[in-house]
């Protein structure tokens, strides 16, 4: 009851605590500098963010195109997480060269290992330019034309901001519409994969323990970014050198205590704090329950191959593990829905808006409509939930023969043009023959067999027969319902089978054999009602659109006092709370951090999720850990803090009040698994692996002292006497 209180009295009245809110790094001077020196930062705005002196956002990279990383010396190192770095590791291997069972350390530069398409994206600068496309819209436009104009307007402020640079710039929507930033970025094409810890260390527990507390997983692994000789982005090159960052993060073995201050700064991906009670209902008894469905099915058949033959079980692991992650995930978030009454807290907050709207003729002029729309666009989407799902998840990210099929689209229209560009064909004939070649590297034909099979037959079931196409439900009823010979009849008879065929094709392509291919057809007129179906939305989806934007705009009006952070959208942002245990239930008391100790807990030699090296048990029966101890000579692993975070952030750095590294964050827990909708302040931690266990990993058991010795080593602190000592010491349990 007691959360309950806390949580409506921050939902109602819009005061949050410090631990909550996803902060843009350009506005941290004027929101919340006060309240981080409070909490125990020692650093200066500018050395948080600044654009004409190195600071901490020179250190911080987007990984790829889903993660964080951070550059930790001044020869380019990256840190990011195991899962981050699992695909490039799992390019990597194979079953002579098992990186991925075994671990991957370059002891010099020469070992190091390129990674075609991975890059390292450095924020330049950030720049509001709110009023420059606001001043440009009307209130008479349609959301369609409004959309179109912020579109225009966008592309020429990118253009702008970078012509004559070589840098990239995105402008980005926050608070629904309401406000725009642009985001000036120097992308890094040259990426190398330096070290990577056996699987039983970088994945240990798992699927049984993701978004799961306690936790002892060492989730890192190692990259360098690599530039051309005067410091630019290049594509990769013997010739490429180390890149110099302006800034690189020191690195703090002096540990944390209870209650210290912590920041996190990276690319959370998408939150939706301010979705309204018609958006959570769908979630809790549609959208979530779906996605779990389908990926269950999807991973139950690709775990029986990947045990059954180490070699596709190599092939599949990323597959796997990006499927797995978010089925888990929407699991624990349909739970915490439910369990803590978010439904209840946003009708609460749409009731409070409706009044205030009322209450002036002005306000409801403005804002009258808001709620109304929101629901009105729910009620139509809520009859197309089910088949947009089921199009995502069984037919686009279902059969990869499906997907490959689909990749063929845009050369099968030039084919069909009335004068066939001969240039643009053999341009998507090499393109499309090196991601052929990258999509049969990596799959097993009867493995995509059971996957087509089940999953047409649940998308058939499931979605309601009038937003089919017909010519789908057609092929059904010629083949009787027997899925598995629909499934024969596509593998039999299409090009997408098998790489020779593909080749084949390439080597000469026509338009009459894509005609006549099952998988490209069967994928045609499915893309085809799809798309018919989105268009039959298209008004409710307007009609959302603007609700939410005037719902928000009203909603910070409604509160002049409180401070809004806008919900994540894959742009720098920056968190900060506190070192921090937690109680999840009844009786029930989860300490801030964990040790090597749990991990030979946990240890099962039957189960692969819990396999334990055995250099690493070597290591602590002998208690052999180098510096990189606490001071009770315990081997720390992971730990938690209030950092507000989501899916993006994970290899975002843990620092300290003096910007020191002490971690790097890598999972949410799983009794706040609803904080994409709605923050929990009691229960919601970020679960971080400590950068001492980082550090033992790399020198104790990877001996990797090369990589050691590139590291900047924070300063042990002054010694504080006893009338100096305040804090709790890390061992003692005691609650607040």
Not at 349 to 369: C, H, L, M, Q, S
């Amino acid at each position: 009851m007691k959360r309950i209180l806390i949580l409506f009295f921050v939902l109602i009245t819009g005061f949050s605590r410090a631990d909550e809110g996803m902060w843009l790094p350009l506005l941290v001077e004027r929101l919340n500098y006060v309240d981080m020196q409070k909490e125990g930062l020692k650093l200066t705005p500018e050395e948080i963010y600044s654009i004409n002196h190195s600071s901490l956002k020179d250190a911080i990279i987007q990984f790829g195109n889903g993660c964080t990383g951070e550059m930790i010396s001044s020869q380019g190192l990256v840190l990011t997480n195991h899962h981050c770095g699992y695909g490039s590791i799992q390019s990597h291997s194979t079953v002579e060269h098992d990186y991925l069972a075994d671990g991957f350390w370059a002891m010099n530069l020469n070992e190091e290992l390129p990674n075609e398409g991975l890059t390292a994206r450095f924020l330049v600068r950030i720049e509001d330019v709110t009023q420059n496309i606001l001043s440009q819209l009307t209130a008479g436009m349609t959301e369609a034309e409004r959309s179109a104009k912020i579109a225009e307007l966008s592309k020429t402020i990118q253009n702008d901001a970078t012509k004559g640079t070589g840098y990239e710039a995105r402008v980005a929507s926050f608070f629904n519409g309401n406000e725009f930033y642009l985001f000036v970025y120097e992308v890094f094409r040259d990426v190398r994969l330096v070290g990577a810890p056996p699987s039983s260390i970088g994945k240990f527990g798992a699927d049984t323990d993701n978004w799961m507390w306690p936790r002892h997983t060492g989730d890192f692994s190692m990259f360098r970014v690599y530039a051309s000789a005067d410091g630019k982005p290049a594509d990769y090159s013997k010739a490429n050198v180390p890149l110099k960052p302006k800034h690189h993060l020191p690195v703090s073995l002096n540990g944390y205590e209870k209650g210290d201050f912590a920041m996190i700064m990276g690319y959370p991906g998408s939150t939706d704090r301010y979705l309204t009670s018609w958006g959570v209902k769908l979630a809790i008894e549609t959208s979530n329950p779906t996605i779990v469905k389908i990926r269950e099915r999807k991973l139950g058949i690709m775990r029986e191959d990947m045990d059954a033959n180490r070699e596709v079980g190599i092939k599949y692991s990323s597959k796997y593990a990006q499927i797995s992650n978010y089925w888990k995930y929407f699991i624990g978030q349909t739970r915490g829905l439910k369990r803590l009454k978010v439904l209840d807290d946003k009708q609460k907050i749409e009731a409070e808006f409706a009044a205030w709207v009322n209450a002036a003729p002005d306000r409801k002029d403005k804002y009258g409509t808001a709620l109304s729309d929101i629901e009105a666009a729910y009620k139509v989407m809520e009859q197309y939930t089910l088949q947009r799902w089921y199009f995502i998840e069984s037919v686009m990210r279902g059969a990869e023969i499906m997907s490959l099929a689909q990749s063929f689209s845009s050369l099968g229209n030039e084919l069909k043009a009335e004068q066939p560009s001969a240039e643009k064909i053999a341009k998507m004939k090499e393109s499309l023959g090196k991601s052929a070649e990258k999509h049969f590297k990596n799959y097993n034909q009867p493995t995509d067999y059971k996957l087509l099979k089940a999953m047409l037959e649940m998308y058939y079931q499931n979605v309601p027969a009038e937003q089919q196409p017909g010519a789908f439900r057609d092929m059904v009823s010629k083949f009787k319902g027997d899925f598995g010979k629909i499934a024969d009849h596509i593998f039999r008879k299409s090009v997408f089978a098998d790489q020779m065929k593909v080749d084949a094709f390439l080597a000469k392509p026509s338009l009459k054999v894509l005609e006549k291919d099952p998988a490209y057809n069967l994928m045609k007129v499915m893309v085809e009602k799809y798309r018919e179906n989105q268009k039959l939305m298209e008004s409710s989806n307007e009609m959302l659109e603007r609700g939410n934007r005037l719902f928000v705009a009203g909603l910070r009006e409604m509160q002049p006092e409180r401070k809004f952070y806008p919900n994540a959208n894959s742009t720098m942002r920056l968190t900060y709370g506190s070192i921090l245990d937690y109680i999840p239930a009844d009786a029930v008391h989860y300490n801030y951090y964990t040790t090597l100790k749990g991990v030979m807990e946990k240890e099962d030699p039957d189960n692969w999720e819990f396999v334990v090296p055995a250099k690493l048990k070597e290591l602590y029966e002998k208690k052999d850990f180098g510096p990189y101890a606490m001071a009770d000579g315990v081997m720390p692993v992971a730990f938690l803090s209030t950092t507000d975070i989501t899916g993006g952030n994970s290899g975002s750095p843990v620092l300290n009040g003096n910007g020191e590294l002490i971690g790097l964050a890598f999972d949410g827990n799983w009794e706040a698994m609803s904080g994409d909708i709605a923050f929990e302040p009691e229960l919601q931690r970020t679960i971080s692996v400590d950068i001492r266990y980082v550090l033992f990993i790399v020198d104790k058991y990877a001996g990797a002292g090369n990589i050691i010795k590139e590291l900047t080593i924070a300063p042990k602190p002054r010694v504080k006497t006893g009338a100096e000592q305040t804090s709790m010491p890390a061992e003692v349990n005691t609650l607040n």
